[in-house]
């Protein structure tokens, strides 16, 4: 990965501020022919977008995704496709909400990316955040939105799997369910709870962490690019470059460390289709870098917005001790809107390596060999 | 990350299989004029190298590196340096046991990568696992050596603290202890345990496995390159590249998700340096994927080692059902010697993005400002 | 160089067809705190703008470039900055001529992208050439415009040499001559020359090609990454992806097959600044790929503007056999338009070279050495 | 390119120095099953070896390669193959004949890469030309030999074209003729020419100067990345790259800069086979940076060896004047054993966009369209 840039055939590259004139993505690589309007894109970003419950912030952004280049009308059926030339996006920032800076312009709020920033570049955007801000999901978003017509097949879903220290169970998980809740969370059980817990995080000027997870089904077997463009490797670097996450797991992640060599084996036998049927998949289907074939499973931990109405002891740019605290609006929970995110992350890795597999191997799949 | 390479201005490019005449490396993009000799890459692969306790496999290697260019002798100074062009460095494979791989030919083990390789690339060098062994991880620590003397006093160290659902007690931590047991495990009463705990372990022909947690200090800030060149971002590719790894986290990691943010805030105070001087590290030294200046804290979760003593059900390669067994040499907690692994990726991250921030911003730091 | 991008810690992505809503770019990796405005981009975007003259096509565009992002304003000075986060730039489509494309849907140009977009592609805008059109050259351009203040006291100027068959005289070298006829000519006498000549080539409906000189001054030496990333190595890619451009040559270029050692030698002496001084410059101030401190000179060759009126044979996209005539607007000569967009491919190679160099090495310069 | 490596999907990375140990190369990404042995490759490496005529450096050097990781052996067939894993190379150096350095060790010679390795690295290795050196081009040609066969059908071949000032009589051109002369010559009479001339030159201790030209057929239509990944602009980027040269050309290349639009448009008919049948191929077999499915047509010019018996002027390391001469073995004319150096660049980027084009596009080729 380059500085804003991230995939090899399929490359996305992002720009652009908070508070500036307007944010875009260039999705480099895209194979041709492929119907794309910008309703498809607008889909998905509506589904990240903010302001939609109280439990997100109430910053009121379209989100009006223009498409800019790479694709073109066919005439005789009259569908806009790609045309494997670089697609530009772009979102007008409409709601720069002109305010007083005067409190966090100098001062750095603990968690935020504010001194880092400083001590890194001597200069920084501290409207609403700047680059490091959430905002610049949003193109993430965009390019998923894309990345998901790539594969055939390929189905991406996301999930709050744990909100605080409170877990969902699983027994009760039903993806039709994520649609219902303002939380992506596939436990209806779970979803009630957490509206009357976030309320109260909420009320006191708080925040709470959350761990997401991403399915993918329809994942063919054999990609990934042992040893160091494995599967796996990449998903763990695009989720992890998400704000605000802290940890990435596949398939049994952590609990792995407490698995015996027999407890963690995912046994095989031969499905009615005569490819292999794993009989569990603790290892998140990937194998040594590579896909199985198996659904695709990761999970990431978001920690909790560092946004808070708390003074907090700090330090200002000019190398002076002080406090601070933040104003404005701000998400109890970042983890919530990080679910249509960590989708499109995981649907551009994939699709990503879908072509990268293409081109090393080709279209054929050498497997089950001739005796 | 393109397929066998890592790193961008610190670059690192490994070749070889288990079982074939040698493996190697190529390390590009090193400054000039580092001093380097094989004895500062043999220490550290020395600790890497199996066969040195009864709780790692039995295969006995000399993993004796050679350096093959990349560094010439200053005549009046008679110190070995780097010039700047590639170092190539070597190891022979001398302990390719001669035996009957009949078992494991055509049968697939579950959680090796023996039916990915497959079904990606139709064929594979199925001795001693091929390109998908552990053994390629000796090249990671020996670019880590190098790695190591770039980022003047980077300090990269870890430790063992978790094995199967045992975790250290983390009140005891000494890192002298470290070098005193086979664990590589900072807890002296832990390291005993797991003495006793691995045995039974390895008795049963079981295996387990294990947390390893990688401290990196005198890290300068400023290092990471925002938003998708994020130091945590290519440290959670660096190290879910390693065999066996299924999870990574930074700092707090998941335990983020369950904290508020008053909790998970590192508030700052001025050091007597003058430098910001952070109350706690939750962030794992990294906010908004830069480096603050405190330790880098990365976890990671290793599976147990597939190679167990038991039967497994499985397919093989012509599409057919049976069953396989692993026999020989193995490691009951290949979470062991990931440690001294773990350690140079970590290093090769951070002297990368070293070099590319000297790269884009200068030598001088900007911080704090002049007011 | 990946499809659309090119650098490596300067990176330069752009977008864009000729006549969609708007071509765009984005440079990444620029270093912090460089005042940057629109109208330092303005300036250079000026001096390729199409219709300035009879000599260059008539499209009028005005070519207003803004800049999205990557910059901030400094309260305290007034002076606006990069910031080093990636700086988006957008120039909009506003001569986007409606016209019937009937003729060149469906046929393919001799010496146009036409057949080659769709035997890649299957799809493509034919509209004013789309994606292969010379338009996207303006954001080449703009990016020159930044890499121009990366390095200090480099300058990066470029002259049309030679138009058809006739080349200048070098002794009536004016750099201040190219700035005042339409051809970027340094020789005021063959300037008077080519504008007859150009006259005739256009009542003709005919086209012709050029070749173009880029100099750069005040470039350090030890710019380079031998032996694939060497500077001229870096500096032919640049300049060959320009479109129209056949030829590639750096100081003495093809004539230097023609010379002996002993005539191509540059010697050195010592000059009043205790640094090199070359007696000649037949290496183009590259040696081993790596920059020497004198004048990098790189050479092009543009080739005639395919687009004429007069009829030729061709195919269609249905496999049939046809003639093709271009009509509409054209440059007769696209190589005059070429020199500002070669000054800027070089500046930016340079800027990139600049920034990998004080990444792997630092920013003191270790020559000449202590004895 | 990042600084020894080149390419994107078939990615070749080389390191050693010419009187180090060992020279080696890793080929990543190259498709699996493709048979592949040593002698494969040593056939390649034969033809440009040294000392095989009394025109090129006596240096001794069997050349001998060895495969080290990346292929295996089929049991059934016995037929050694690719594994899509990294292939690792490496040639023994064993004519490093110790000698007295003395005069190079810290003189800068004109031409060569001597000064501005110190002034970039502050150090080098300068037995014979150390890095620089181009022995480093057998690892090119080692490389060369593996893409050579990963596109079905491209025939890569080169020829020298112009020793000094003499072209070839292109008329006479045969391209069995090459095989049979010690200057790659496809004219016979110029060959003969070129013998009495060379002997010349190198009895006067001086060198010249060559333009050498590779032809490539068999190159499908639709290979290259436009803009910037253009398939003549990484060939350029790939030739340049190469020891001495000093200018690539396309085509028609510099001439075409004296061509009409009506000259230099190459007209397109149907062949016999439904396929575009080109008129001419003043392009040289590309067009937009896509090939065309015409034989791709590169030439480029090398620079006289820098080496000569005859004193120059120059400095030395410590920033004093003095003069200097190159002892020892050298090539009159280095252009010579460029030839299947030249070959195997082009082959290895045809290779590469081969692989790029098939993941972006696919395996089938969309054109004709159906109307």
Known sequence: MSHNSFGHLFRVTTFGESHGPAIGCVVDGCPPRIPLTEADIQRDLDRRRPGQSRYTTQRQEPDQVRILSGVFTDEKTGVQMTTGTPIGLLIENVDQRSKDYGDIKNKYRPGHADYTYDVKYGIRDYRGGGRASARETAMRVAAGAIARKIVPGLVVRGALVQMGPHKIDRSRWDWEEVGRNP?????????????????????????????????AE????????????????????????????????????????????????DEMRLGNDGKPLFLSNHAGGIVGGISTGQAVIARFAVKPTSSILQPRLSVDRFGGETEVMTRGRHDPCVGIRAVPVGEAMVACVIADHYLRHRGQVGETTPWPMQD
């Not at 077997?221 to 990435?248: F, H, Q, T, W």
């Open 218 to 265: 329809g994942v063919p077997p054999g990609l990934g690019a042992p040893v160091y463009g494995k599967l796996d490797s990449d998903l763990a670097a695009a989720l992890m470059s998400i704000n605000a996450v802290k940890g990435v797991e596949i398939g049994a992640g952590f609990e792995a460390a407490a698995l015996t060599g027999e407890e963690n084996a």
């Open 183 to 215: 939380f992506f969370c596939p436990d209806a059980e779970a979803a009630a709870f957490f509206a009357d817990y976030l309320d109260g995080i909420r009320k006191k000027g708080s925040s709470i962490g959350a761990v997401i997870e991403i399915v």
